[in-house]
């Protein structure tokens, strides 16, 4: 039986995981890996550390699985968008990777924008504004800052393009990876000319740009893979979650509550918000794009509240006790704002609030108010979509909180639809097991891909009378937003 095997390169971790042509995962490892901070606003890490973590998980699943490499007909690999990494002629890192979350090239950003402007940058690439993490600003300030390194400079790539690149010895890369670079022209689907020259950046400096799905390439490199084993591109990890999901056609929206809230709303043609609240990006699909608004912070909020607060108590334990809590929390608000709100408004100097404590509020109170932030920011965004006439009706939960039926039931409950969960958690790994499924022959279609691979799970109906509690809580957790942050 032919097996597919994925990388998804993480902020912090490397995944790796194993999958059937029926959508099976049959292993899965993971290598984490520490940033490294080596001045205010700067994070980096060198690339070598990825490719380690990389061949550390390929070689874990095959002896724990025993599966003959040749049985691995293909290798599809995502990552997390805007982290830079500039490669010589050779082949070899120049300089440390620039982590998205780097900030370092604020005054680049402003360069960027007074030459170009919002609304021009909105236009071409699908992104609401000029932000320091953006490569084209890293790059720009590479130039201004590392002259004699930008000099050596032969490729710029993101890093799901340097592990194909390691994997392949192609330089190669997805249209639905790029739009955050800044330098993507969204609807013509090709570098943007102009954002190169402000660069001073040239198309040979790029990797050759590829459909989802699409084969790069043979492996080449000596990692224990059959070197027939194809390589295969993917979006960026947020759209191949959307693909693993099956959201897939307009009307349909992941939502992932991890550390971050982002969703993920297909539409059949590009929509500019006239305010610039909502980032525009390729889907997997041509012809398809995502509208992905998200906040900053939604799991990660919990998980500073389990490590400050919970007395040593793991997730499910605290959640089992918050299960115990009436729907609105007996009053209880949080706002979830602890790094900035980013949508359905900006506001980077937006704080966390707990409103309405009283005497009568036990730890479980908090909990289940934090999770009911989660669904009420969710509420808020997909509200911002509907009013902006895209249609939400199909919505499913992916992320480390789709676990957890009790917070699935408070998203139902809170958005008064159905809210479904699949059977496969690694919704990213799964995504891009059927695009490298599809784009190899493995499945004759992207669709029958889908068909074959995908699986729900199951679906929580919103019910009872928690729908009139969140209703009223909804609208106080907005009020307080527009009078705390306004």
Not at 303 to 310: A, M, P, Q, S, T
Request: charged share 20%; hydrophobic share 40%; aromatic share 8%.
């Amino acid at each position: 039986m032919s097996l597919i095997l994925t990388l998804d390169v993480g902020t912090t971790a490397l995944k790796g995981a194993l999958f059937d042509l029926d959508g099976r995962m049959l292993a899965v490892q993971a290598r984490e890996y520490a940033l490294e901070y080596p001045g205010p606003d700067q994070v980096e890490l060198d690339p070598e550390i990825y490719w380690e973590a990389a061949q550390a998980v390929i070689r874990e699943i095959l002896r724990e699985t025993g599966v003959a490499p040749d049985r691995i007909r293909a290798v599809g690999v995502t990552s997390q968008g805007e982290t830079l990494v500039v490669l010589d002629r050779q082949g070899r890192p120049v300089r440390k990777a620039i982590v998205w979350l780097d900030n370092r090239a604020k005054a680049e950003a402003e360069l960027i924008r007074e030459a170009f402007g919002r609304d021009e940058v909105y236009r071409v690439t699908g992104q609401q504004d000029i932000a320091p993490a953006w490569p084209a600003a890293k790059i720009l300030w590479m130039r201004r800052n590392e002259p004699d390194l930008f000099k050596r400079a032969a490729k710029f790539l993101m890093l799901e393009d340097y592990l194909v690149y390691r994997l392949t010895g192609r330089y190669a890369t997805d249209h639905a990876l790029n739009p955050s670079t800044l330098y993507y022209d969204l609807v013509q689907g090709c570098w943007w000319p102009e954002m190169l020259n402000f660069m001073g950046v040239s198309t040979a400096q790029l990797p050759d740009l590829l459909m989802s799905g699409e084969s790069v390439g043979c492996v080449t490199a000596d990692i224990g893979l059959d070197p027939k084993t194809r390589v295969t591109v993917a979006p960026i990890d947020q759209v191949a979650a959307a693909v693993g999901a099956g959201n897939c056609a307009p009307g349909m929206v992941t939502e992932t509550t991890g550390c971050a809230l982002a969703i993920c709303a297909t539409i059949d043609r590009p929509f500019y918000d006239p305010d610039r609240r909502i980032g525009l990006y390729r889907h997997a699909i041509p012809g398809l794009f995502i509208l992905m608004p998200w906040i900053p912070t939604a799991g990660m909020v919990l998980r500073w509240f389990r490590d400050e607060f919970g007395n040593g108590q793991d997730y499910a334990t605290l959640t089992e006790a918050a299960g115990g809590i009436p729907p609105g929390s007996e009053g209880l608000i949080v706002l979830p704002h602890f790094c900035g709100m980013n949508s359905p408004e900006v506001n980077p100097e937006a704080r966390g609030v707990f409103y309405g404590v009283t005497t009568a509020h036990h730890r479980a109170h908090f909990v289940r108010a934090i999770l009911e932030s989660t669904a009420f920011a969710l509420r808020d965004n997909l509200e911002l979509l509907e009013n902006c006439g895209i249609p939400c009706r199909d919505i499913t939960a992916l992320g480390g909180a789709s676990r957890s039926r009790l917070w699935r039931q408070i998203k139902a409950d809170v958005l008064e639809k159905p809210v479904h969960s699949m059977r496969c958690e690694e919704s990213t790994s799964l995504g891009t097991a059927v695009l490298a499924a599809a784009g190899t022959g493995l499945m004759a279609s992207l669709e029958d891909a889908i068909r074959a691979m995908v699986h729900p799970a199951e679906t929580v109906q919103p019910g009872g009378d928690a729908g009139k509690v969140y209703e009223a809580a909804f609208q106080k957790y907005r009020d307080l937003n527009r009078r705390i942050f306004s």
